[in-house]
């Protein structure tokens, strides 16, 4: 992280986290926008789950895509920590498996931005009881 040098840049750092926690937290229509979740339990974060989050924040903005990101807890994939959920608008969750950032990358950019199917995908094994 670069050293702040000014006023204004401390500002300008405000405004941008401002508006990523406006747009996370916020949103009155969640639904329309892509949401991303990090599994943040123990071995989540002990496999790299929290710089992964980071690095995916940080490309999404330079992407300038409108994308909501939430931490949560385990998703019982304990053995393919780091694991994300990516729920696209109108379409069913898709959770990706040991992935680290240059897997992020090609999640955002392949299967967010261009609809492509990429490897890391856990497969479903049971179905939701109503």
């Known amino acids: 992280m670069a050293k702040v040098k000014s006023l204004a840049e401390l500002k300008a750092m405000k405004d941008k986290l401002r508006s990523n926690l406006d747009l996370r937290e916020k949103s009155n229509n969640p639904d329309s926008l892509v949401q991303i979740k990090v599994a943040m339990a123990t071995c989540g974060i002990a496999a790299g789950a929290k710089q992964v989050m980071e690095h995916m924040m940080e490309e999404a903005d330079k992407l300038k895509l409108s994308i909501i990101f939430t931490q949560t807890g385990c998703m019982g994939y304990c053995h393919a920590e780091p694991t ?26 392949r299967y967010v931005m261009n609809n492509e199917l990429v490897e890391g995908i856990i497969p479903v094994n049971y179905e939701t009881i109503d």
């Open 84 to 109: 994300i959920e990516v729920r696209k608008p109108g379409k069913e969750p898709v959770v990706f498996g040991h992935v680290d950032n240059a897997k992020a990358d090609e999640i955002l950019t």
